[in-house]
Structures are given as C-alpha cells and as structure tokens.
C-alpha cells in the first residue's frame, strides 16, 4: 500500500474518523464498516496508516478503505481487483485499490464478495 499518495486521517479510532466524514459519504462509509465487520471474522479493526484497517490480531491490516478527496477506496489487494474488474462498474483501480467517485455506485453485494475473497487470500478465517 503507498501510504505517502494517501489522504491521511489524524482520527485516533474508526468512530472519531466516522464522525468527521462528508455527509453525502457517511452512510456509504458506515457501510462499508458494517460489510468489513461481518466478514472479516477474527480481524482487528484498527486505525491504521491514517484509515480504517482490518487484520489479523498483531498483524499490520490487510484490508483497509478511505474517504480521499474525490472518492471512496477500498484497498483489497491486485489479485482480488484483477478476477473483478469487469464487474465493478462506475469505478476507478489504483494499485490494489478500488476508488468509488460516487457512494451511489457502490455495489455492496459485489462488495462483500471481493471483501471475503480477499480475507481468505491474505490468510483469513483459518
């Protein structure tokens, strides 16, 4: 992940970065919180690199997403974004990174499916 491209968060928690949140993006924002928390099972939620992070317990996160300037990014890793790409419509890649320019476009059913694939692909639920 290169941190230093990144719009950074000074927020100490997960709550305090939510409560700061653009209002148009909050309900997407909280959702997608929602999604990480349900199938990320037995990862810490952390504020991490300046954003919300998910991982195994001592273990820097492996998930992580963002409110950037002109988006919505959910970092998931390439190999997950790579067997998707031509599913996830209204949205942009990054270097593992889908970026969402409109809360309205995302997908959360899609979503949750590359979240789970992900989890499993960096060593979750075992």
């Known amino acids: 992940m290169d941190v ?3 719009v950074q968060s ?3 928690t997960v709550e305090a970065f939510l409560s700061v949140v653009e209002p148009e993006r909050v309900d997407a924002i909280r959702r997608l919180r929602e999604e990480c928390r349900a199938r990320l099972i037995g990862w810490e939620e952390r504020m991490q690199w300046g954003m919300p992070g998910y991982g195994p317990p001592g273990s820097d996160a492996r998930i992580s997403f963002n ?3 002109g988006y919505i ?3 998931l890793g ?3 974004l790579d067997r998707h790409k031509a599913s996830v419509k209204g949205a ?3 270097k593992g990174c889908v970026r969402y ?3 309205d ?3 959360f059913t899609l979503l949750g499916t590359m979240l789970s694939e992900s989890f499993h692909e960096k060593g979750g639920g075992e």
């Open 105 to 107: 476009k995302i997908d």
């Open 101 to 103: 320019r409109r809360p």
């Open 73 to 75: 990014s959910v970092y």
């Open 78 to 80: 390439k190999s997950t």
């Open 67 to 69: 409110s950037q300037k």
């Open 10 to 12: 000074a927020a100490p």
């Open 4 to 6: 230093r491209r990144m």
């Open 92 to 94: 942009a890649f990054g």
